[in-house]
C-alpha cells in the first residue's frame, strides 16, 4: 500500500518544470532538493556564486539577480529554451531586515534609513512581481495550468521593528490574492506561505537566543518550525488543484 502511494507522489511531479528563486540555500534549497527527490525538473535563480556552486548538477542553476529586470526576462526564456514550459514557480528569494522606525539608541540618526526601506522592498517585493510577470505571461501564452508559490512571513500582519520587511510581505500577499483573481481564469494558481520562525541559520542570524526563547513561549506549539513543515506545505499547493488566493500560515498557532 505505502509503495503504490509513493508511486503515485512521484507521477505527480514527474516532468513538470519548477523553477525556485533563492535556492541555493535555507528554506528555498530544501524546496528544491524534495521537489528534485520527487521527480520534478528543478530550476534554481540565485545571486549567491558560491552556494550556487555548491548544488549538485542535478539541478539547472541560474545565477541571477531576481531584482533585475532584463536578466530575469534573459534566464526565463533560457529556461523555456531547455524545458519547454515552466509550471510552478517558487517565489522565495528575500532578505530579512530588521529596523525601528525611530530608534532612540541612534541619537544622531534615529530614523529608520530610506535607503533600507528602499533596497528591502526591492529584494522582497519588486522581484516577486518581476518573476511572475514574467513567468505568468508564458504561463498564459503557452496554455500552461501554473501553479505560482509566494514565500511571505507572519510579519505581513505588521512586526515592531520591521517596517520594511512586514511592508513587503502584506504587499506580496495581496498581490497573490490578486493573481489568483486575475490568473485563476486561465487555470494558473497563485498561493503564499507564511512562515512563522523556522528553525533555519537565517532565524538563527536575525535573532538572539532570549528572542528566540520569547518566541518558542509564545507559540501554542511551544517549539519553533522546522523546514520540513515548509517543504511539505509547498507539495500540498502544487497537488492540491483547488486550493487559489490563499495564504497558508505555517506558524504553529503564533499569529502575530
Ligand atoms: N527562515 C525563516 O524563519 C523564515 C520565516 C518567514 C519567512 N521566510 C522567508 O523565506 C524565504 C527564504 O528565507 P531563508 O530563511 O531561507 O533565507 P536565506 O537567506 O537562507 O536564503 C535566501 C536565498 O535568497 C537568495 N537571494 C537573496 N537576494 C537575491 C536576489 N536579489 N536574487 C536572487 N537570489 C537572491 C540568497 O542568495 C539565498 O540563497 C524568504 O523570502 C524569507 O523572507 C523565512
Redesign the pocket.
Known amino acids: 500500500m505505502s509503495l503504490l502511494f509513493s508511486v503515485k507522489r512521484v507521477s505527480k511531479l514527474k516532468d513538470k518544470v519548477i523553477l525556485i ?2 535556492a ?5 534549497h530544501a524546496i528544491a532538493a524534495n521537489l528534485l527527490e520527487q521527480g520534478a525538473n528543478v530550476v534554481v ?4 556564486k558560491e ?1 550556487l556552486s555548491k548544488l549538485g548538477a542535478s539541478f539547472d542553476q541560474h545565477q ?4 533585475d529586470y532584463e536578466s530575469v526576462q534573459h534566464e526565463v526564456d533560457q529556461v523555456i529554451e531547455k524545458h519547454g514550459k515552466i509550471d510552478v514557480l517558487v517565489n ?5 531586515h530588521n529596523e525601528l522606525l525611530v530608534n532612540l539608541q541612534k541619537p544622531h540618526s534615529m530614523k529608520h534609513s530610506y535607503d533600507s526601506f528602499k533596497n528591502t522592498l526591492k ?2 517585493l519588486d ?1 516577486v512581481f518581476i518573476m511572475t510577470s514574467i513567468v505568468a505571461e508564458k504561463m498564459v501564452m503557452q496554455r500552461t495550468k501554473g501553479c505560482i508559490i509566494n ?1 511571505s ?1 507572519i510579519s505581513a500582519q505588521g512586526n515592531a521593528g520591521q517596517t520594511a520587511y512586514s511592508a513587503a510581505k502584506g504587499a506580496v500577499e495581496s498581490m497573490t490574492k490578486t493573481w489568483g483573481k486575475e490568473l485563476g481564469v486561465f487555470g494558473i494558481r497563485t498561493n503564499a506561505i507564511a ?1 512563522g ?2 528553525d ?4 538563527a542570524a536575525a535573532l538572539n537566543d532570549k528572542a528566540i526563547e520569547h518566541i518558542v513561549s509564545s507559540t501554542p506549539l511551544r517549539k519553533l518550525g522546522q523546514t520540513d513543515n515548509i517543504v511539505q506545505t509547498v507539495s500540498y499547493i502544487i497537488e492540491n488543484d483547488y486550493v487559489n488566493a490563499s495564504v497558508l500560515q505555517v506558524d504553529g498557532g503564533l499569529t502575530l
Open positions: 528563486t533563492g541555493a540555500s535555507g528554506l528555498g535563480f540565485d545571486i549567491n552556494s541571477v539577480d531576481v531584482t522565495n528569494a528575500g532578505i530579512i529584494v522582497d522581484s514565500i512571513s512562515p520562525f523556522i533555519t541559520p537565517s532565524t
